[in-house]
């Protein structure tokens, strides 16, 4: 998939993604950001049906808020958004990799990445900024 911001994926492709999700008994898959450039890991997150279908179709994408327990279309508050480039399935269908264009920080503490501290002798270490 790589749908564009103003025209998005064919119907029949958005379909065919659809059929082709494992969704958990929340209804929900687990969703791995990376900015498709450069390979950097962005974040994990978790989308529904309805997350899945706008993001194809619009190239903006969308994810599920457990906590809020509705939709949540990133950078909608920060302005930090993520444009799809291209949406990929694992292959037991339960999870998806979304190579995206980030703008701005990925993280909601500000930091460009979600996975930035790492485990280094006997400590938590931040890595990166």
Same mark, same amino acid.
């Given at each position: 998939?790589? +749908?564009?911001?103003?025209?998005?994926?064919? +119907?029949?492709? !958005?379909?065919? !993604? =659809?059929?082709?999700?494992?969704?958990?008994?929340?209804?929900?898959?687990?969703? !791995?950001?990376?900015?498709?450039?450069?390979?950097?890991?962005?974040?994990?997150?978790?989308?529904?049906?309805?997350?899945?279908?706008?993001?194809?179709?619009?190239? /903006?994408? #969308?994810?599920?808020?457990?906590?809020?327990?509705? +939709?949540?279309?990133?950078?909608?508050?920060?302005?930090?958004?993520?444009? =799809? !480039?291209? =949406?990929?399935?694992?292959?037991?269908?339960?999870?998806?990799?979304?190579?995206?264009?980030?703008?701005? +920080?990925? #993280?909601?503490?500000?930091? /460009?990445?979600?996975?930035? /501290?790492?485990? /280094?002798?006997?400590?938590?270490?931040?890595?990166?900024?």
């Amino acid at each position: 998939m790589n +749908p564009s911001a103003t025209t998005g994926a064919a +119907p029949q492709a !958005v379909e065919a !993604v =659809l059929a082709a999700l494992a969704f958990n008994g929340d209804g929900l898959v687990a969703a !791995v950001a990376q900015q498709h450039d450069s390979g950097e890991l962005l974040m994990l997150a978790w989308m529904d049906r309805a997350a899945v279908k706008e993001t194809l179709e619009t190239g /903006r994408v #969308c994810y599920w808020s457990r906590s809020r327990g509705a +939709p949540w279309r990133k950078g909608e508050s920060s302005g930090h958004v993520q444009r =799809l !480039v291209e =949406l990929r399935v694992d292959c037991d269908g339960d999870a998806v990799l979304l190579r995206v264009d980030q703008t701005g +920080p990925a #993280c909601h503490t500000g930091e /460009r990445s979600c996975f930035f /501290r790492a485990a /280094r002798g006997d400590a938590l270490v931040k890595i990166a900024t």
